[in-house]
């Protein structure tokens, strides 16, 4: 049983910065995060994910190199924090939540889901 909020979507321009933070509600424990986008006409595609330790992350081809997930499991909250934009980063971020000790890339495998923030990259 577990609520997740994701915050900080706003428009940048092209190779800026932005944090995106997800705050969970309820018991997230032992509980792997991740974090997926949306763009308009696509799919939903993987971008990220840390195990419940920190110790463990995957990233999405598309982001390596420019999107960093962490989190601060005493403040219920995990971050993506995104640089280097580019206007393909525009979609709607959504972070999801599973009790797994490991992450995963499969949408399929995350039980919980946050209601999504929208990012918008432009020149």
């Known amino acids: 049983q577990v609520q997740l909020v994701e915050s900080g979507g706003r428009r940048v321009q092209v190779g800026g910065a932005l944090r995106l933070s997800c705050v969970a509600s309820?018991?997230?424990?032992?509980?792997?995060m991740g974090w997926f986008r949306q763009a308009p006409g696509k799919e939903r595609e993987f971008v990220a994910a840390?195990?419940?330790?920190?110790?463990?992350?995957f990233y999405g081809d598309s982001v390596k190199g420019r999107f960093t997930t962490s989190r601060d499991n005493a403040k219920n909250t995990v971050y993506l924090q995104m640089s280097d934009l580019k206007p393909e980063d525009t979609a709607v971020y959504y972070c999801?939540?599973?009790?797994?000790?490991?992450?995963?890339?499969?949408?399929?495998?995350?039980?919980?889901w946050g209601q999504g923030t929208q990012v918008a990259v432009s020149s």
């Open positions: 840390v195990s419940w330790r920190g110790d463990v992350k």
């Open positions: 999801a939540a599973d009790q797994e000790l490991y992450p995963s890339r499969l949408e399929s495998d995350y039980e919980y």
């Open positions: 309820g018991r997230t424990v032992g509980y792997v």
